[in-house]
Structure formats: C-alpha cells, structure tokens
C-alpha cells in the first residue's frame, strides 16, 4: 500500500524484509517450530497487519500479552493457537476459554479460576505452565509443583499443554553463564514432570537471542519477537554469534516511520528555537516543522540529538521535541517544501536512521523506540 497524501504521518511495514526475518529464523530453528511473538501491538508494528504477514508465512503459534490481544485476533478471524504471555484477571477466565485462546500459569489461583470457568463452559483450556528459572518475573517456583499438578490432575478441562521459563540475561552480555544456569533449572523441571508420568508435549524458552545463539534452549517451541522485526536483540548478541563462529542471520529492519512537513520557514541568526529556548541558531536557519512528538513516540530525549532524513539528506533536530511537533535544521537542504517526506526511522536514499540509533540516543533498547510508536498511527504494509 502507497502513503496516502491525506497522511501526516505512517508507518510502513516491510512485508518483504519479514518474511526474509521469518526466513532467517526458520532455518536456525530447523524442526523447531516458531511462535511469532506480537505482544505490545506487535513490538509497535501493528498488531492484525503482523498477523496477516505471520499467517502468510505459515506460522502456527502467536504470542500476545493480554486477553485483549488474543481476542481482537480472534475478531479479526486469526485461528491460530494463542498463547496469553502475561496475566489475565481472575473474573476473565471464561473469555479466554471462550475464544480457545491458550493462557500462562503461575498462580495457583489462576488455575483454580479456570478450573471452575471450563467445568461451567463445559470447554477445556491449554494451559503453559511457567517455570521460575531466574528471572524472578512471571513464574511457579518449582517447589510448588505438586500443587498446580495436584490440581492439574483433578480438573479434566485442564490441558497441560506447555512448560514454559524465560531468560534474564542473555541479550546483555556475551557471558552466557547465568542462561546455562537458568536452562539447567529449566531442564530439571521438565525431568520431573517426566519422572510423574506426566507428557507436556510442548516446551519453550527461547527468545530471539536464544534462538540465534543456543540450540539447546529450542526445544519444540522458540517464542521470537525482536529478531522478526529485523532488529537485533543487541550487540552483544552480535558479537556472540561471530565468537561462536555462527553465520550471523541476514535480518532486515521491518518498520519505517514517516511523516509531512508541516511547514518550512527560515529564522534569523541567534533565534531561539522550541520551549526551554535549549537551542539557539547560529546562522540563518531554514527549518521544517514536522507534526510528530512525544505523544507519537518520539522519545523527548531526542531533543536536541537525533536527526531525521529529507530528500535523502540529514536534518538535526533542533530544540526540544514538543509533544506534537519537533524542528529540524534544513537550512543545508534547500529545495524543502510543504508537505515534503520525513522518515524518522528508516532509509532514505543512501542515509539511514534506525531503531538502534535512536535507543543509543535516548538511553534505552530498540524494544522500546519502536513498541512506543502510537498505535493510532496507520500501518501500511508495503
Ligand atoms: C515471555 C516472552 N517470551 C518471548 C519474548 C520475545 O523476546 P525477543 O523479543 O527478545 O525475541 C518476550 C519479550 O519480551 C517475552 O516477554
């Protein structure tokens, strides 16, 4: 789909640079199968548009966060087998068996809950149970086991479908110790669930960088998110893969942000720019004013640091990012006009502005930069 001139700004989704990503990842994981994980509106690329281009790359397991998620997949007609990553209330459990959406557990409550709703619904549920390996988020430490299996056993609309854990630490180091630890604690737990007789057909604790790095985490199910967008999951996930001697994957950057000049106007020399007056002009200065801002995403640490691309060209963020508006310093790109393009994030030409840089700027992680992006703002696959 082309931008529209009626938009002030999109973002485009890259149908070509995902599937190459699911491409990539498919051939690391071989018989493993690939849970596309679009949680938080798909790391901000859109939650049905990802869908659709998952779908169409046969992928069979989407991981979202919340209930809302499972069901406005649902809604949208994806038959896909859901799995709830984050928490839903008490009182939901029923909609959940209702749109077959397949939910993590590590509250006892949680499972007495659905217990209750499916024997009511008379429908079961698939349940993953999330181990506690070292991540000390979401998880059932495995001394309570016998609890949740006790359960597990007496209530026959429970399907014990998954075990599942997650890792801490290992995109942000290329030591990769504390993940051996976890995947040992992990791999304990899946012993005796084996040692009570007990067949979990489904196992996972895989992300992006565990699926790259470590075919011992993949198991039957990896649950990869960054990595399908195109974006590493960080440098030292690069640099690990080149000291293992791994081929690293070819992944290609889903997401460009883009946006129209709202107006070009030149100020004199020692003209102060945006509130706070934090910039100050020295030269003549032709800026294009651009309706993007923090309400948008764009972090308000880039004030002052970032630059976005016109015809192909570098121009300087000047002053602070407003909530609706940032300036930019086109003085050095003369032909600017009216409703010009603007790409915050993306490729213009022979310049590039990534996710990455962006999160080096603002102190944060890709994650962020782009998951941040305001869900209102159209996605167009491309
Ligand atoms: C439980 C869970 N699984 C998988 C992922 C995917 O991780 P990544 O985006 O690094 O592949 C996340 C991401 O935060 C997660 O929280």
New binding site residues.
Partial sequence: MKADKKLIQWVEISRQAFLNNVGEFKKRLGQTEL?A?I?GNA?GHGLLEVAGLAAEAGIKWF?VHSLEEGLALRQAGFRQKILV?GYVPLAQSSQLIEAELRT?VYNLQTLRALSAASRQLKKPIFVHLKIETGANRQGLPTSKLDNFINLIRKSPGLILEGL?S?FANI?DTTDDSYPRYQLENFLKAVNWFEEQGLKVPVRHIA???A?ILYPETHFNLA??????YGLW?SKETLVSCRLRGQEPLKLKPVLSWRARIAQVKTVSRGAYIGYGCTYRTTRPTKLAIIPVGYYDGYDRSLSNSAYVLIKGRRAQVRGRVCMDFIMADVTDIPEVKLEDQVTLIGTEGKEKISADQLANLAGTIS?EIVTRINPLIPRLVV
Wanted: proline share 5%; glycine share 14%; net charge positive.
């Fill in positions: 849970m994980v949680k790391y991981g990553l993590t599942s997650h995109e992300c992006s960088a699926a649950r990869v998110g960054i990595g399908l999951p994650y």
